[in-house]
T-cell receptor, first 112, second 114 residues
């Protein structure tokens, strides 16, 4: 079945540590997205990529970094500069501009 | 700029009774609109989308929504709630003409009481 796979499901970060969240899709979608979800705030866009080797900052990019070396993969790194990383992170993808986004099952990041 | 407002953060209904989840939008033109559902610790699943073809849109799991331009509303309804409908629901609008950037409402948590 086609879909989006996020891993790990749960992740713990120590102070000063960078961690990377994985997102892989086999839907042949060009665009991919990372969102952060906090209770009562809906989803906020961190980064998005419309094509391989290109990506743009979203609304809350500070303290995060991404890469898009392959069409299928869009990993997110939460750096030590992100002082409040505890959240649920969702990856999504979409095809052409008239197709809604499809979502993975998320990664829950917590601080040790 | 396009935006959506979900009027209720929590809604509680009894099993078998109707569901109404409210969404108002703000847009300088007639937008596309979506409803997504999220079960606990899961991603979002598309329930339905409005793309101006018809004002009453039917989605999955018996949900439907009606686009009312005069009221700038896109409320989600279901005639009879089921326990499995307990989840969080998000109203979503594209930021620009395409769907590639969207804005999410703050969500409505639906509780279904047996």
């Amino acid at each position: 079945d086609g879909g989006i796979t996020q891993s790990p499901k749960y992740l713990f970060r120590k102070e000063g540590q960078n961690v990377t969240l994985s997102c892989e899709q086999n839907l042949n979608h060009d665009a991919m997205y990372w969102y952060r979800q906090d209770p009562g705030q809906g989803l906020r866009l961190i980064y998005y990529s419309q094509i391989v080797n290109d990506f743009q900052k979203g609304d809350i990019a500070e303290g995060y970094s991404v890469s898009r070396e392959k069409k299928e993969s869009f990993p997110l790194t939460v750096t030590s500069a992100q002082k409040n990383p505890t959240a649920f992170y969702l990856c999504a993808s979409s095809g052409n501009s008239n197709q809604p986004q499809h979502f993975g099952d998320g990664t829950r990041l917590s601080i040790l | 700029a396009q935006s959506v407002t979900q009027l209720d953060s929590h809604v509680s209904v009894s099993e078998g009774t109707p569901v109404l989840l409210r969404c108002n939008y703000s847009s300088s033109y007639s937008p596309s609109l979506f409803w997504y559902v999220q079960h606990p610790n899961k991603g979002l699943q598309l329930l339905l989308k409005y793309t101006s073809a018809a004002t009453l849109v039917k989605g999955i799991n018996g949900f439907e929504a009606e686009f009312k331009k005069s009221e700038t509303s896109f409320h989600l309804t279901k005639p009879s709630a089921h326990m499995s409908d307990a989840a969080e629901y998000f109203c979503v609008v594209p930021v620009s003409g395409g769907y590639q950037k969207v804005t999410f409402g703050t969500g409505t948590k639906l509780q279904v009481i047996p």
